[in-house]
Structure formats: C-alpha cells, structure tokens
C-alpha cells in the first residue's frame, strides 16, 4: 500500500518554500512548473493540496542544491518562521508544558496537512518523540524527517530547564549524506545523532515531559486553541467559496490582520469578486463575519472565564462598548446576562 495516498500538505508550507525560491537558486516559475502547480491552485493559504506536488518540489530542490549543500534542509530551517505553520505554528508554543505541546501538536496536524504520524513511546530511562514520514520517496523523505525534527528542536529550546540537557539522542532513518557531516548534525543538534536507525525520532529525558514552557500562555492557548478547532472543522467539509472565506475570517482574525481586503487577497481575488462570489452562494462579507464572531463569543462565554474586554478584542472590535452593542442586537442580552443565564443551566443540568 501506498502511504501517501491521501496524504496532504497545507498550502501554507508549500508557499513558503516558493516565496524563499531564490534561496535555492531558483526562480518562483521553476518550482511551480516542477511541481505541476498554478498560482490559483495556491491562492488560499489555510487549505491543503496533495503531497505528490510538494515531494516533487522538494525533490527538484535537493537534486539542484545538495551537490553545493547536502544539508540544505537544515539550512533552510533558518528560514522558517510560525507563519509557514499557520495557526498551528501559533499554538503549539503556548502550550503549558512539553507533554501538552506534543499532544496539541498531534491533535491539530491535519492543519498543516498529513505529511507524517506523531508518536510517544516512553521507556524507564528515555521517551521517543517518534516523526514517521507517509511518502516513499526517499529524498523527500529526508528532507522532511530533518526538517520537521530540526522544529521540534525549536520547541524543546522553550522548555524551562537549566540543570540538564533534555535532548539525549537523535536519530534518522536515512543514511548520513557525507561522514565529514556528522559533526555539523551533533553541533546542530547538540548531541549525538544516529543515522540508518529503526525510527526518526527525538531521544527525551522522561522528566522533560513535564516541564513548563517559557511561552506558555493559557489565557492566550485557549483563545488560539478555539480558532484551531474551528479551522479543523472547516478543513473537514468540502468547502463552498463562502466556507473559505470563512476559514480565511477566522485565520486572520487570529493574526489581527482581518480586513474584506485580506480576506481576498488570501483567496486570490479582488474585493469586487469576492462580494460577487458570495452573493451567488446568498450570502455576504457582513453576514460570516457575524457568525464567525457570534460563534466564537459564545463559546467564549460559556467554555471560558475571559473578560468581556478581551472578548471583543480577540473578536476584532475596537471597543467593549462596540462589543456588548453588537452581541445584545444577535441575542437580546448582554455578554454578561448570556453568561449567567448560560452558567445557571450548566448548575440546574
């Protein structure tokens, strides 16, 4: 059986690649030929697209730069930032320990598309933070084995440790490219690094798993959280052009870049289709984004002991007042006469 059948990636992470395209040395129009890709088919950032186009863009790159940098994944890793992870690059790090980071990290990956399976297995001395890749291509394979291990490294610099090295091992699948490289991947990595091993994997002392992050936010992982979980809903229905632009209102409503003007920048569009295109579908700009707000309130209020003032700010208003007038137009009640109403049924149940 073929693992990547079915498999995805999030367009998100292929449009990182392609915006970082001269770092390879190579042009934009180039990747996009060899992957068998269209500017449209990459228009909207927080969908995903089968693998099979992201392996062949990985593997022209390697086949072009790893005669001159064999260690190109690693290289570019320098390059990545949160956002070529979307929502799920946000997230992760306010988890409140290790243990809760990788737990989120597996509950969301379906976010970034479905390149691999995240595992634990947990000995008396060592636990296994196992990566398995679902392609069989070889080259990509490595790539993304170093590439997605080089960020859970990312992840373990945020643990508050001072005592100890929690990262004992790694250990790689594939074989060592050059054995003068060995170095360059323990100095990377900070330990010892195995190669032509039975498992991809971060070698972690046990106790690491409970310990704090320095990102840790809860306040901030909730509300991040509950945007995850709504673009997880989306991403599992065949999406209507006013589904994605749903998608899109949540995305960016998170990153505070909401406007009707990003929204169809994010789809490929201008403002006027956009509007045109949702009139088709009976519906408008105004029309989602009070569901999405409505949505998102009233699971604030009633999952949640946020303040109503950072409500209406992660909600994108610009004042309380703003807020509360809005929310009694949708319900007749204030945030707050919504939440005591919604609490005294949780007590009678």
């Keep these: 059986m073929d693992d990547t059948l079915g498999s995805k990636v999030l367009v998100g992470l292929v449009n990182h690649i392609l915006e970082h395209a001269s770092f390879f040395g190579i042009n934009r129009e180039a990747l996009l030929l060899q992957g068998g890709l269209t500017e449209e088919q990459l228009g909207d950032s927080n969908q995903c697209i089968p693998l099979s186009h992201f392996e062949k863009i990985i593997d022209y790159i390697y086949s072009y730069s790893s005669q001159k940098d064999p260690l190109i994944a690693l290289s570019f890793f320098q390059k990545m930032d949160s956002t070529a992870y979307g929502v799920l690059g946000h997230l992760v790090p306010l988890a409140s320990s290790l243990n809760k980071a990788i737990e989120t990290l597996k509950e969301f990956q379906p976010l970034i598309g479905c390149i691999g399976d995240?595992?634990?297995?947990?000995?008396?001395?060592?636990?296994?933070?196992?990566?398995?890749?679902?392609?069989?291509?070889?080259?990509?394979?490595?790539?993304?084995?170093?590439?997605?291990?080089?960020?859970?490294?990312?992840?373990?610099?945020?643990?508050?440790?001072?005592?100890?090295?929690?990262?004992?091992?790694?250990?790689?699948?594939?074989?060592?490219?050059?054995?003068?490289?060995?170095?360059?991947?323990?100095?990377?990595?900070?330990?010892?690094?195995?190669?032509?091993?039975?498992?991809?994997?971060?070698?972690?002392?046990?106790?690491?798993?409970?310990?704090?992050?320095?990102?840790?936010?809860?306040?901030?992982?909730?509300?991040?959280?509950?945007?995850?979980?709504?673009?997880l809903e989306q991403q599992r229905v065949e999406q209507n052009f006013a589904q994605q632009v749903k998608a899109q209102i949540y995305l960016l409503l998170h990153n505070e870049r909401l406007s009707r003007e990003n929204v169809a920048e994010q789809l490929g569009v201008n403002v006027r289709t956009l509007s045109r295109k949702l009139q088709l579908e009976e519906s408008s700009y105004s029309k989602l984004l009070d569901e999405v707000r409505f949505e998102l309130a009233v699971n604030y209020l009633e999952s949640y002991q946020h303040s109503v003032s950072f409500i209406s700010k992660a909600l994108g208003f610009y004042t309380s007042h703003s807020f509360i007038s809005w929310f009694k137009l949708q319900t007749q009640l204030t945030p707050t006469q919504y939440r005591k109403n919604a609490n005294s049924k949780v007590v009678e149940d």
């Design 118 to 231: 995240i595992s634990l297995q947990a000995e008396s001395d060592v636990v296994y933070w196992k990566w398995k890749c679902r392609s069989n291509d070889p080259i990509f394979s490595r790539c993304a084995n170093e590439y997605n291990l080089s960020w859970w490294l990312s992840l373990l610099r945020l643990v508050r440790n001072e005592e100890f090295s929690i990262l004992k091992a790694v250990h790689f699948t594939h074989s060592l490219a050059k054995p003068e490289l060995q170095a360059y991947y323990e100095t990377f990595f900070g330990c010892p690094v195995y190669f032509d091993q039975a498992e991809t994997a971060l070698l972690l002392s046990p106790k690491s798993l409970t310990m704090t992050l320095k990102t840790g936010n809860a306040g901030l992982y909730d509300s991040v959280r509950l945007f995850a979980s709504k673009l």
